[in-house]
């Protein structure tokens, strides 16, 4: 889903170089060519062009630039001086398209390279999100992380940080520091009404994109689990182990959780859809990219091939949650022509668009939106997100292994054909961090 582009830096010929040519060929001519050098340079009055004072000045306009050819409502864009930004972050939040884009960004090559290339970020390494009742809880800790070695579990509730209680701070995300080593943070967690001290030192995070997999033996049938967090470049080797681990085990089911991811690369997509899609969807339509008018021509397709270790299912349940989201929902809107898919949850966050990261000079990357995905049957543009079929509560107070939890317990009722629903007690809908943008929301974790 993202594409590097170099977009090459103008070099331009003036004054000095000329001179130099002149006094190759008539070396007696020095003074000459030197008055006739400060003789034009003295003589630039105020309606010349300026030199920028702006050092992102280039790097905007390069974008801007960039965004008049490739962005999806290019004809939208604002008439606006890019110089006048003081950063390219800046100069996209200005440019998006504000009734549907709600996505476009800018980061540094850094940051970029480290999330969808290595599969790292920088932080503490868990998930949270709010209830009804303004408490804090842990949705997912990663394994190799602050958080995920000190033991947090989903289902932990986060009291208070750095001393104050979490419903008395503003910004989690700037009580949580800067984004460097040697940052330490305080927390209180409690967990079946125990208060535990933990002191949490930032630092990078390996992200495992997979958070659980089992086969549950469930009525007779044996169901995959898979709870999938990011389409990222290491999740291929994540996915390939998995499905591996499945099919060794004897799974004749699947149960897709995504309810906490929020997009990536479409070539993991396309992997996954593989491992899951039956037989009659080899060399079919999984998706179509559609981009602008002017780059019709770029329009490319996606389609199913064969690959070991599928489970060759007829039917598949997808766990979702407002978390889930572009890739995520590429899944469900790709399968859905050629098997039965039925959504459990709540509905999805609703990106059917996507972008491809340009390298802008030696220090950022833009990520504009740049085409939609279509699937074999035309559905497309669920800006409002996708509704579910069965609806099931995010029971946050419970692992994932839990087969009590709301939305896998609802899930698996409907794979063996029982009467839908958790029969528990309705838990309250998460409400998940606001402060989040740009690749901070897809990573999605702290």
Known sequence: MKKE?????????????????????????????????????SCRKDDEPQPDTNPMAATNRSIYDLMKEWYYWYEELPDIDPAEYESPEALVEALRYRPLDRWSYATTVEEYERYYQAGEYFGYGYSSAWDSERNLY????????????????????????????????ADISAELGANQAGIITNFTIEREGVEMEYALEKGTVQINSVLYREVVPYQGRRVAHLVFKAFIEPSEAELNEAFAYFEAQGANELVLDLRYNGGGRLSIAQQLVQLIAPPN????????????DKKQDQNSIYRFESTPNSLNLNKVAIITAGGTASASETIINGLRPYMEVKVVGTKTYGKPVGSYGWRIGQTHVVLPIAFRVVNAV?????????????????????????????????????????????????IQPLRYSTEWKGLAEEIGAY
């Open 138 to 169: 842990v949705l997912f800790a990663y394994c190799n992380s602050a958080a995920g070695r000190a033991g947090w579990q989903r289902g932990d509730k986060i009291l208070r940080i750095n001393g104050k209680r979490v419903q008395e701070i």
């Open 5 to 41: 582009h170099k977009i090459p830096t103008k070099k331009t010929r003036g004054s000095a170089k000329f001179a130099a040519s002149l006094l190759s060929r008539y070396p007696l001519a020095l003074l000459l060519v030197l008055l006739f050098i400060t003789s034009i340079t």
């Open 378 to 426: 035309g559905v497309a543009d669920y800006f409002e997100g996708i509704e579910v079929d069965i609806p099931a509560p995010d029971d946050y107070t419970r692992n994932f292994n839990d087969l009590e939890e709301g939305s896998l317990q609802t899930a698996l009722n409907y794979i063996v054909g029982n009467p839908v629903g958790s029969g528990r007690v309705e």
């Open 281 to 292: 969807a080899n060399g079919q339509v999984f998706m179509t990219i559609d981009h602008n």
